[in-house]
């Protein structure tokens, strides 16, 4: 029998951003791959420093698999894709596509949306930011405007990376564009999304639960 893989994130998180802990990405890949995996967790309260032996930026999720150790979610979920052509093609091509894909995600999107949502959280405005986003989400929309995948004519790495960070409330509330829209709610409508999701969620309320009854023990 194969043994899982180890997903490590938080014991808890405050409610905003349970449903966007990026193990979910993890959760996600492993729930589409039928790979095994069972989650272990590090302290929140504490999460900036009790784990930088693993995670040298105090952030989750890790991975380990077997004697390989590995932190952010692009290398994580690179290395789970490669377990699987359920995740990403096994000629060359179509698996460079995918990392092209997956560090556009994170590289060319995610570097402008992170820094225009924490404006928003703290009520600031950049217009610089404002429009550097703008401009970045066009150019994507103009991509799914033209095609129902990334790469390819199916669901890869590449679609999950991506669908997760355009997912972000805010970004979808965010002008109208609506093939963005649409390839958003297909990928989150997959069903290894809906578990992914409805565990993780499920992780954060039961450590609730054992939150209440250390601060009443």
Same mark, same amino acid.
């Given at each position: 029998?194969?043994?899982?893989?180890?997903?490590?994130? $938080? /014991?808890?998180? =405050?409610? #905003?951003?349970?449903?966007?802990?990026? +193990?979910?990405? *993890? @959760?996600?890949?492993?729930?589409? &791959?039928?790979?095994?995996?069972?989650?272990?967790?590090?302290?929140?309260?504490?999460?900036?420093?009790?784990? $930088? /032996?693993?995670? =040298?930026? #105090?952030?989750?999720?890790?991975?380990? +698999?077997?004697? *390989? @150790?590995?932190?952010?979610?692009? &290398?994580?979920?690179?290395?789970?894709?490669?377990?699987?052509?359920?995740?990403?093609?096994?000629?060359?091509?179509?698996?460079?596509?995918?990392?092209?894909?997956?560090?556009?995600?994170?590289?060319?999107?995610?570097?402008?949306?992170?820094?225009?949502?924490?404006?928003?959280?703290?009520?600031?405005?950049?217009?610089?930011?404002?429009?550097?986003?703008?401009?970045?989400?066009?150019?994507?929309?103009?991509?799914?405007?033209?095609?129902?995948?990334?790469?390819?004519?199916?669901?890869?790495?590449?679609?999950?990376?991506?669908?997760?960070?355009?997912?972000?409330?805010?970004?979808?509330?965010?002008?109208?564009?609506?093939?963005?829209?649409?390839?958003?709610?297909?990928?989150?409508?997959?069903?290894?999304?809906?578990?992914?999701?409805?565990?993780?969620?499920?992780?954060?309320?039961?450590?609730?639960?054992?939150?209440?009854?250390?601060?009443?023990?």
């Amino acid at each position: 029998m194969t043994e899982p893989v180890i997903i490590w994130t $938080l /014991d808890w998180v =405050p409610g #905003g951003p349970r449903g966007f802990v990026r +193990d979910l990405r *993890l @959760r996600w890949a492993c729930e589409e &791959a039928g790979i095994p995996y069972r989650i272990e967790t590090v302290g929140f309260d504490d999460r900036h420093t009790n784990h $930088l /032996d693993t995670q =040298p930026f #105090g952030q989750v999720p890790m991975l380990e +698999d077997g004697d *390989l @150790r590995l932190f952010e979610s692009g &290398a994580c979920l690179m290395h789970l894709a490669r377990k699987s052509d359920r995740l990403i093609p096994q000629e060359p091509s179509g698996e460079i596509e995918v990392l092209q894909w997956i560090m556009a995600a994170l590289n060319s999107i995610e570097m402008v949306s992170m820094p225009w949502i924490v404006l928003k959280w703290s009520k600031q405005e950049l217009p610089g930011i404002t429009d550097w986003l703008d401009k970045r989400l066009d150019q994507m929309e103009a991509v799914l405007a033209e095609r129902e995948w990334l790469v390819g004519d199916r669901f890869t790495a590449a679609d999950l990376m991506m669908a997760d960070v355009l997912r972000v409330d805010l970004i979808r509330k965010h002008g109208n564009r609506p093939a963005s829209e649409a390839y958003v709610a297909r990928m989150t409508d997959r069903p290894a999304f809906r578990k992914a999701h409805a565990d993780q969620m499920a992780h954060f309320a039961a450590a609730d639960a054992k939150r209440k009854e250390v601060s009443h023990g």
